[in-house]
Nanobody
């Protein structure tokens, strides 16, 4: 079992920044893909960014490129999502998820999820 706990969400004005954290514990290994999804009200959960734990390879959704940065701290067992130049359309609950193997952009392939953290961007 893998446990994921997100933190760092909040209310921010447009143009501002937030850093989300995902603390990882339990039975983990280097062959894991760690990702962030987000879900806005009335919308489907969508892939945002992912990182391969062992080598740090990353993948970003188009809307995240140039504004969001995913990273991991192996010593702290934590994955981060640095979000800059936030826009009102970034308002959503952000979820951390994990799976063995490569990054996949489809939520149903992830067996492990955190509880989510709310990000609200005001205009």
């Amino acid at each position: 079992q893998v446990q994921l706990v997100e933190s760092g969400g909040g209310l921010v004005q447009a143009g501002g920044s937030l850093r989300l954290s995902c603390a990882v514990s339990g039975r983990t290994g280097s062959r894991y893909a760690m990702v962030w999804f987000r879900q806005a009200p009335g919308k489907e959960r969508e892939f945002t960014a992912g990182i391969v734990w062992i080598d740090g390879d990353t993948l970003y959704q188009e809307f995240a490129k140039g504004r969001f940065t995913i990273s991991r701290d192996k010593d702290m067992n934590t994955v981060y999502l640095q979000m800059n130049d936030l826009k009102p359309e970034d308002t959503a609950v952000y979820y951390c998820a994990a799976r063995e193997g490569v990054i996949n952009t489809t939520p149903r392939w992830y067996p492990y999820w955190g509880q989510g953290t709310q990000v609200t961007v005001s205009s």
